[in-house]
Nanobody
């Protein structure tokens, strides 16, 4: 069974930085793409960033490109994905979700942006950016 545990959310002033972490454990984590999505109140869940299992591909949403950085560490027992967030804006306020896509493992650059490609989700962590 795959488990995703997020941490690192909080309250920060505009222009500040945060780093989110998501620890994935289970039998499918090592060759799985991982991604971050967010959902603001009254809005649909939207793609933020993704990373292939090889780290060769890292697509970003246009709204965060140049400000956010996704990375991952793989070990024998778990994989951790990070989302470094700089120059935060009030519009970045949302619940941030980590997700894992154990598909197409033969593709080292598989890094999906559609939520439907992901099979496992974390519980979410709140990020609030004050103006």
């Amino acid at each position: 069974q795959v488990q995703l545990v997020e941490s690192g959310g909080g309250l920060v002033q505009a222009g500040g930085s945060l780093r989110l972490s998501c620890a994935a454990s289970g039998r499918t984590f090592s060759l799985s793409a991982m991604g971050w999505f967010r959902q603001a109140p009254g809005k649909e869940r939207e793609f933020v960033a993704a990373i292939s299992w090889s780290s060769a591909s890292t697509p970003y949403a246009e709204s965060v490109k140049g400000r956010f950085t996704i990375s991952r560490d793989n070990t024998n027992t778990k994989s951790t994905v990070y989302l470094g967030m700089n120059s935060l804006k009030p519009e970045d306020t949302a619940v941030y979700y980590c997700a894992l896509a154990p598909r197409r493992r033969w593709l080292s650059d598989y890094s999906p942006t559609a939520p439907g490609e992901y099979d496992y989700w974390g519980q979410g962590t709140q990020v609030t950016v004050s103006s």
